[in-house]
């Protein structure tokens, strides 16, 4: 069946302006994370959804990062008044449901420079 | 708390070396371990996964085992190739919660 998608697969965006980051889960899976990977840097977690809700925020960076989720599918990541910092291959992943034996399955990325 | 800690790079290793790359874990409770591989340009992939103390995951010849004694999950491959150049990263999965704890990665470089 269909992986994990996100799109854009590119984003060049200006210092200031706001971008959206979109993510489609694979259908079903009740789990959704983001995270933020600079380049030769490790994962960074950003955020994960159970269902609609977002019981743990605790790693977005700061005010301007917002994420929402809706109908238990598709995900959005807003970064408003976007920095040169910000730029970073933005990772999605979804998970079938909250038992620790089950994986995560990753999206392709949105790969964000901020000029 | 719930962490990872992993060897860090980069490797570097001649093909058919012997390969180990090391992780040991913090977690409250009876985690599961995984390890995913990002190779050049692509997205994150499962390697290989174990749910249990004592378990070993294996794929791709690749192999690792669950050491609660030790809380350690290292990596192993008896002959790299040039094919396994990528990215390592072990992860660990919360008993209870949905969170996930990524390692920092491992770059790993095989040459012929």
């Known amino acids: 069946g269909a992986g994990v998608s996100q799109s854009p697969s590119n984003k060049v965006t200006e210092k200031g302006k706001d971008v959206e980051l979109r993510c489609d889960p694979i259908s079903g899976h009740t789990a959704l994370y983001w995270y933020r990977q600079r380049l030769g840097q490790g994962l960074e977690f950003l955020i994960y959804?159970?269902?609609?809700?977002?019981?743990?925020k605790s790693g977005l960076p700061s005010d301007r990062f917002s994420a929402e989720r809706t109908g238990e599918s598709v995900s959005t990541l807003t970064i408003q008044r976007t920095q040169q910092e910000d730029s970073a291959v933005y990772l999605c992943?979804?998970?079938?449901?909250?038992?620790?034996?089950?994986?995560?399955?990753f999206g392709p990325g949105t790969r964000l420079t901020v000029t | 708390g719930n962490s990872v800690t992993q060897m860090e790079g980069p490797v570097t290793l001649s093909e058919e070396a012997f390969l180990t790359i090391n992780c040991t874990y913090t977690a409250t409770g009876y985690p599961s371990l995984f390890w995913y591989v990002q190779y050049p340009g692509e997205g994150l992939q499962l390697l290989l996964k174990a749910t249990k103390a004592d378990d070993k995951g294996s794929n791709k010849g690749f192999e690792a085992t669950y050491r609660k004694e030790t809380t350690s999950f290292h990596l192993e491959k008896g002959s790299v190739q040039v094919s396994d150049s990528a990215v390592y990263f072990c992860?660990?999965?919360?008993?209870?919660?949905?969170?996930?704890?990524f390692g920092t990665g491992t770059s790993l470089t095989v040459i012929p």
């Open positions: 992943a979804s998970r079938s449901q909250g038992l620790a034996s089950y994986e995560q399955y």
């Open positions: 992860a660990l999965s919360a008993e209870t919660g949905n969170q996930f704890y």
């Open positions: 959804f159970q269902g609609n809700s977002a019981p743990d």
